[in-house]
């Protein structure tokens, strides 16, 4: 399989199937003539794909979607429930074949049957007739040069049979010659093609009209030939006559066609051997203005960038000229790096509604499982992040929409007696809020039993009983996200959250985000992620801890203070101050960091106050250095475990600073 044309197909066969589960479920809202288009629009498209690439599954399955379709659409079967979950079913099974492509380079043997006799079953009109006909057996006038005649003549005598094959493409067929390699490969499997007309040499040219003819030797029936060529797609009709001894005329010649001892047809041969090593090579011309670029190659791009920007801090760096134009050609250097960094980051963005796509079927389905009445909102869809974010964000997605729907909306009935809407509402909304892109899924459902969530940490050990009267509610809500909360049983009875949130704030904290639970009993809850729009350039403060360069993502910061050693006060054995009416825990970062500090003496004590959630620390360092755009790299498979660090930066003098893990810390 050529892999250029493969990656195309896979790309464009996931758009579609994104198509179809979108479409599938506006048709069960909203039964229009425009739905079921878009709807026939695709399925015939993937079909037409599928067929070219040789993939014979999706092309069979697509072709009896569209078929089913096709009487939606003249009108001769109306839309109901049992019709929209036979399709949804049968694009799971497109999906899963997709799927096994990408992973293997081929189809997988999949159960594809049932699905299409379920298409069939909608269909009482019959799927089939209409496309593939076996007329009578009438006697014909059959044309064999010599050497064709003794061919078949020695296996009529062995029994065998000889099937004269009539094909006719459909007329809105686009590549003829590939479709006529399928209906070639299918019969290859029956026995030997002996004769084509026209020749193999023009079919493979395409120079013909919409119909050829092949004939067959082969012991099998002709029932069993006309369901294999069922499956080609973009077949208008196959006719199928049986090659009788009485009826053959031989054509005397003095130039027989070469043939192999075996009596297969060598032009037959060469035009299947040329097609399979040419399979894949055919794809549709397409006019767009966008443009499919590969991430490794836009990661190479960034990486050059990175490095401009640390040769733009070098230079920044120096000190010895003051000349006019050397001041001049830093800035200018500083915008032009600006400006590229800007345009390779636009190049790396991708909307939200890839990811986005996906959500409207996963709650069609958990309703139907869970007997729900679930609708889903989603806002701001269009909101643009990093691609690496994009292909790691999904699935933490579907976790907290799936706990949503499970845990946190309750049954019709439920919310009947609690004056609520008989449908529960999730809200799935987007938003970019300065460097980073705000994610929202919240519902309105039953909220968090802070009493049930606190009675089961206690009973699985998280906690002790006497700790549990003094957490403050977002300590209680945090403990969700423990992974011990959720491994004993489930929670669902107790307090209707916490099922495996443990990967969720994993996964979110690897990309550089947050995850932050706020919820109101009886009206609903939300989980709002708070993530990084790149994962490559950062704006950080750096600072100074012994003798020690760090750099503190500005992201986490909330402010810098500077307290006097009065201030500085002990609660429970820890360093506090009471800033503004809160009290601050202090983590001494030469301590943590195990690193020397230069100045004992110093009366005053700086402080990074750093910010997770609702959690406030303060950071002591011994100096602040500055503001600085830095370039994330990362540590190798390595050092990747190690504590409170997240990667490394080089400064501009070439130096190797360490940026802070601030999720640790906390």
Known sequence: MNNQYLDVFLEEAREHIENLNQYLLELEKNPTQEVVDEIFRSAHTLKGMSGTMGFTQLSELTHEMENLLQEIRSKKISVDERIIDSLLNCVDVLEGLINDIEEHGQEQQRDIYTVIQMLKGQNDFGLNETKVSAENEKKDAFNFNEYEDRVVRKALGEGLKIWKINVTLADECLLKSARAFLVFKTLEGFGDIIKTEPSVEDIEDEKFENHFTLYLITSRDKKAILDSLTSISELKTVDIRNVEE?????????????????????????????????????????????????????????????????????????????????????????????????????????????????????????????????????????????????????????????????????????????????????????????????????????????NGVLKRAIDVGLIKEEQSKNLKEYEITSLLFEPGFSTAKKITDVSGRGVGLDVVKTKIESLGGTIEIDFVKDKGTTFQIRLPLTLAIIQALMVLVGDEKYAIPLSSIKETVTVTKEQIKTVQKREVILLRGNVIPIVRLNEVLETKKLDDSQEDLTLVIVKKGEKNVGLAVDDLIGQQEIVIKSLGSFLKDIKFIAGATILGNGEVALILDINKLI
Do not use: C, W
């Open 246 to 450: 009485d009826s053959i005329v031989v054509e005397k010649t003095d130039s027989v066609k070469a043939a192999d001892e075996n009596g297969t047809n060598e032009s037959a041969k060469s035009f299947l051997t040329t097609e399979k090593t040419s399979k894949g090579t055919h794809t549709f011309k397409k006019t767009t203005k966008t443009l499919r670029v590969d991430i490794e190659r836009l990661d190479t791009l960034m990486n050059l960038v990175s490095e401009l920007i640390i040769i733009k801090t070098r230079l920044e760096d120096i000190k010895d000229s003051d000349h006019q134009a050397y001041r001049e050609t830093v800035e200018y250097l500083e915008r032009i790096t600006s400006n590229l960094h800007d345009a390779v980051m636009k190049a790396r963005m991708v909307p939200i509604e890839n990811v986005f796509n996906r959500f409207p079927r996963v709650v069609h389905d958990l309703s139907r499982e869970m007997s729900k009445k679930i609708d889903l909102v989603i806002e701001g869809a269009e909101t643009e992040l990093d691609r690496t974010v994009i292909d790691e964000i999904g699935d933490p997605l579907i976790h907290l929409i799936r706990n949503a729907a499970d845990h946190g909306i309750e049954d019709p009935q439920e919310r009947i007696t609690k004056g609520k809407p008989e449908q529960g509402t999730i809200n799935l909304k987007a938003y970019q809020d300065g460097n980073n892109v705000i994610i929202e899924v919240s519902d309105d459902g039953k909220g968090i039993d802070l």
